[in-house]
């Protein structure tokens, strides 16, 4: 199976910074990447699919980038509403899905 | 809107069997591919099973490869999570997951909230 990693782990920062998280595969999935928000008590949610698309509904702030091996997650101006744990998974076709294991943003 | 409503989740022993549904609502369930996505207490997200619109793809984590099955109706918009030989390592929160597209591809679109499975003596 393809692992996935990412860092950092935990993240602390302020509203209004830009924040930036990284994941990395073990091998090239192209750009078959998502990012999810997950609350506290709350079921995830679709941030970004295929890398650097933004999922219906999603607030511009958010962006993705890369391809192959090593993908971010930017969040351009963090809002008090950002402040969650953001995963990444591949879903390349002929791997079973897999999930980083989570970036926690907190409150600097 | 699209609503996914999981149940059957609750405390088992070890090696018994507990059947998870998921009914949805708000889309057209024969359109959509369905997938099942555990975490268990404090811990990260892990795909456990998929199901392709026509039943006719399925796919299973090696962590449950044997011991889950997956299926689904849908003329009854629902999906099910058949686990038999539970083990302590299951307890976790079930999650129906949605996909984007009606194949296998495991991007997940929408969520419930879960149903918890606790698997303990």
């Known amino acids: 199976d393809i692992q996935m990693t990412q860092s950092p782990s935990t993240l602390s920062a302020s509203v209004g910074d830009r924040v930036t998280i990284t994941c990395r595969a073990s091998?090239?999935?192209?750009?078959?990447l998502a990012w999810y928000q997950q609350k506290p008590g709350k079921a995830p949610k679709l941030l970004i699919y295929?890398?650097?698309s933004l999922e219906s509904g999603v607030p511009s702030r958010f962006s993705g980038s890369g391809s192959g091996t090593e993908f971010t997650l930017t969040i351009s101006s963090l809002q008090p509403d950002d402040f969650a744990t953001y995963y990444c998974?591949?879903?390349?076709?002929?791997?079973?899905?897999?999930f980083g294991p989570g970036t926690k943003v907190d409150i600097k | 809107e699209v609503q996914l409503v999981e149940s059957g989740g609750g405390l088992v022993q070890p090696g018994r069997s507990l059947r998870l549904s998921c009914a949805a609502s708000?889309?057209?369930?024969?359109?959509?591919?369905m997938h099942w996505v555990r975490q268990a207490p404090g811990k990260g997200l892990e795909w456990v099973s998929g199901i392709s619109w026509n039943s006719g793809s399925i796919g299973y984590a090696d962590s449950v490869k044997g011991r889950f099955t997956i299926s689904r109706d849908n003329a009854k918009n629902s999906l099910y999570l058949q686990m038999n030989s539970l083990r302590a390592e299951d307890t976790a929160l079930y999650y129906c997951a949605k996909a984007s597209s009606r194949f296998m591809t495991p991007l997940f679109q929408h969520w419930g909230q879960g149903t918890l499975v606790t698997v303990s003596s």
């Open positions: 091998q090239s999935i192209s750009s078959w």
């Open positions: 708000g889309f057209t369930f024969d359109d959509y591919a």
């Open positions: 998974q591949q879903y390349n076709s002929y791997s079973p899905a897999t």
């Open positions: 295929k890398a650097s």
